[in-house]
Structures are given as C-alpha cells and as structure tokens.
C-alpha cells in the first residue's frame, strides 16, 4: 500500500486529499500526474514537533505569569491558574490536523475527512491499540459523561464500548436526518443531562368552570361577598431517554483504502437512517421502550367521518371540521400530515351549490397543485397510514410535541465478529432519545368542544 497526496481532483476525491492506494491505483493516479508521494516519517515528526512546541508554549506562558505574580503584593491571597489544550474547544475533536475553525466555518468534506480518520481509528484500536487522538477524545467523552452523571442517572458509552461522535460529525448526522425529518424541525427540543426528567407545569386543561390553571379564579367585587379560594394545579411530564441503535457495514479495503470516502459514506447514510427511523417514532410511536408518537398522543382529538360519506375518501367536511378543532400555540409549527395516497382526494373538494359544486383545491391542472390548505403546508409522508385508515391525515401544532435528546451526543464502536467472513466491519451508531406531546388531554374551552394540538381523521 502507498500513500499520497492528491494534488489535482481525482475520481470524486478532492485535492489535498490524503490516500492510502494500492500499487495499480498508485501507478495510474502517478501517470495521471495527480498526486506527490506523502511522508508518512515526516507527518509523525511534524506532528510531535508541534506537540512539544504546544507544551513549551504553555510553560513559557504559565513561567510569565508567574514571574508577573511575584511583582504584585498579594499577600495571603490565592491565585489559581488552569491551562487546558486549544484542542478542547476543537469541533473535530483533533481528527482534522491544525484544524481552527468553527463548526459553521468548515467544510463537508472537512467533516467528513476527520470522521473518516476517527471511524478507522475506531476500527484500529480493537487490534493495535488506540491513537493518541482516539485516546484523547476518550478521555473528554469519559470526563463529560462524569460531568453529566447527577444522581446516577446518567446514559453514556454503553458496556460493550464505544466513542462518543466529536461535535461537528454530530451535527452533520443531524443535518442529514433533517432534510427528510417531519417532527424534528418543528418540534421543541430538550437536551437531557440524566436519563430522566421530570417537568413540573401549570395544567391549563380547562376553562369550563370559569378559571384557568386548573383553579385559578377572578371575580369582581359585586360578583361574590367573599373571594373563593382558588390555586393553581401541577402536573409532570416525564421524559426517559431510549436507546437508539443503527448499523452498517464497510470493507476492510474501503477502511483502509481513505477517510475521505469512508466520512463521505457513513455520515449521510447513518444520517438519513437514523432520522427516518425517529421521525417514524416521533409520528406514529407507541411508547414504552420508543417515543409516544404524536399520532398516539393523550390530547389527541379524533374527527369521524360524514353520515353518508364513501369509505375511503377525503372530503371538505372533514377538512373543516378538523381546522375547528385545531389549538394553536405557534402558528408557524402547524401542518397537515398526510399519506400521499390522500393527494387524490384533494382535486376532487368542491363546495357544494346547488344541485352542482365548485372546486376548491385547483382551478387547473397546468401547474403544480396547491400544498397548503386553510393557510397551513400540506406535508406528504410515508410514516403515516393511508387513506381510509385512522390517523391518514392529522392537523397538528408540531411545537406541542417535545424532543429529549441525550447531552453527550451519539457513540460509535465497531465490530469485525459479525461479518467475519465476508471481510466486513460492523459500524454501530448507538443514540438516546425520547419524546411525547407537552399537553396531556385535550383543552376544555369555556364554551365549545374540546380543542387539541393534534386532530386526526377517523377510520372511514
């Protein structure tokens, strides 16, 4: 095997790029004239060059101060002086050498670089032991899981291991997640320092007998001869972080053969996964072991179908009296959900008048049709049921429902046992989450019928 260093763009790998080749990949990339020979002895040396200048500058550094100190009259006076590394504050986690740059300020492909050299030194250190990079992100992760521990409550690196996902991979795994995510978004999020936590809240479930908060009244003087006494009433929410686990496999050659493609691989992919299978929990979930989607959400009010309404359609009626049941905390959060087998339906509303109708989606079929209904986005996904089945369409203020998601962030360890003989490394993504709707029942308005976040069709 050789390594180089790309000094044109060659086959999808940038320039800059560093490659660890076979000897055929070699000579076609040397004829190409697209890459120099990379000193592997001069990177270790230059490496622990900076390393020892690093150290000497902080000496130096903490040898000034003291030398200031000993000018100043400070008497009994205690000083305290921490020195901790630059590479702390490192978004990469120090797998992207001489990296300074802000996690807004980097580049994919720098991400995913660094990713790729952190996930082959994961894969490395079964055998040979870890890198001192590796080490060092260990111990960081170690020490904020400690941090993070409170009562002991406290989810981290799980017992067969793992290494926790330095902070600019994190968030591109999230980015990926979130081009295809509905709830996400939307949704309010939470970031859990322990496994469990308990929300206190005011319950404002009800105004039907006059006060708010669940006991809070207001009266003017000739109303009463004496004020009733009221107070408010608390409830908790409880959010129990779950765990998350995603799997892929790559090549030993593919390991070997660049981190550049290995990164480019894993984040997208693990990305995508990982955000559809909890959108799925965030949507339809069932509680206990995953999330409570908000489709199974306690304040969930159910629309029925018409009187004389056909099975399996879609009509105005339901539309309407959907959007009368709809409460509303963020505008901007609402949208209707629905399965794109319910699109059909859609074309065919009309308002009847007379003994004929006048359409209400279109007008005409030359462009794209209208994804918004009563002022609210029309989105289209999978994760639901389909037309004619309970919960096909939901009208709901996504901003009601909460994410918990753990402070420490995603690990990753590696396993070679599963796919032995087919040459193949396991990848494992282990996360913890949860999530459920803040509101516990539906509201009882003063006057009218009960009011949600989250209104759903019927079986029809």
């Known amino acids: 095997m050789k390594k180089i260093k790309l000094i044109k763009d060659w086959k999808g790998h940038k320039i800059g790029a560093i490659l660890e080749v076979d000897e055929d990949t070699y000579t076609e990339i040397k004829a190409a004239e697209a890459c120099e020979d990379y000193d592997t002895e001069l990177e270790a040396k230059l490496l622990k060059a900076q390393e020892e200048s690093s150290k000497a500058a902080a000496k130096a550094a903490v040898d000034a101060v003291n030398e200031q100190l000993k000018t100043l009259n400070l008497g009994s006076k205690m000083v305290h002086i921490e020195v901790r590394e630059k590479s702390d504050d490192d978004p990469m986690g120090g797998f992207l050498p001489d990296n300074s740059k802000s996690i807004k300020e980097l580049s994919e492909d720098e991400v995913q670089y660094g990713f790729g050299r952190f996930c082959a030194d994961v894969f490395k250190a079964r055998d040979s032991g870890e890198s001192e990079t590796l080490k060092k992100s260990r111990e ?8 993070s521990a409170g009562d002991g409550m406290v989810v981290g690196s799980d017992q067969e291991g793992g290494y926790l996902i330095f ?6 795994l999230l980015k990926a997640g979130l081009e295809n995510s509905v709830v996400r978004p939307r949704a309010s999020r939470l970031t859990l320092a322990t496994q469990i936590l308990q929300l206190p809240y005011l319950r404002n479930d009800t105004h039907s ?24 009433k608390l409830a908790r929410i409880e959010l129990k972080l779950k ?49 409570l989607g908000i489709q199974n959400a306690n304040c969930a009010v159910e629309i029925a179908g018409e009187t004389a309404q056909t099975t399996d359609t879609f009509v105005l009626e339901n539309i309407t009296k959907m959007f009368s049941r709809l409460q509303v905390s963020k505008e901007s959060s609402v949208a209707w959900i629905m399965n794109r087998t319910i699109f059909p339906q859609l074309p065919q509303l009309n308002v009847e008048v007379g003994a004929g109708g006048s359409a209400v989606f279109t007008t005409n079929i030359a462009g794209k049709p209208g994804q918004m209904i009563f002022g609210y986005p029309i989105v289209y996904t999978e994760k639901i049921p389909i037309l004619g089945d309970a919960g096909s369409v939901m009208l709901t203020d996504i901003s009601d429902y909460l994410i918990a998601d753990d402070q420490t962030g995603p690990a990753i360890a590696q396993s070679i046992h599963m796919k032995f003989d087919y040459g193949q490394t396991a990848f494992r993504i282990t996360k913890y989450i949860d999530g459920q709707n803040a509101s516990a029942k539906a509201f009882t308005p003063y006057k009218g019928s009960d009011l949600s976040p989250v209104v759903k069709i019927a079986a029809i």
Do not use: H, N
């Open 167 to 172: 902070s600019a991979a994190s968030q591109m």
């Open 209 to 232: 007998a006059g006060t708010v908060y669940g006991g809070i009244g207001v009266y003017f003087d000739d109303e009463l001869e004496a004020a009733t006494a009221s107070r408010p």
């Open 140 to 147: 960081k992760s170690d020490e904020m899981i400690r941090k």
């Open 243 to 291: 765990k998350m686990t995603a799997l892929g496999y790559a090549s030993e050659e593919w390991i070997k053969w660049s981190p550049v493609s290995l990164g480019a691989w894993l984040i997208p992919r693990f990305g995508e996964a990982i955000g559809w299978k909890e959108d799925l929990c965030f949507l339809t979930g069932s509680g206990g072991a995953q999330p």
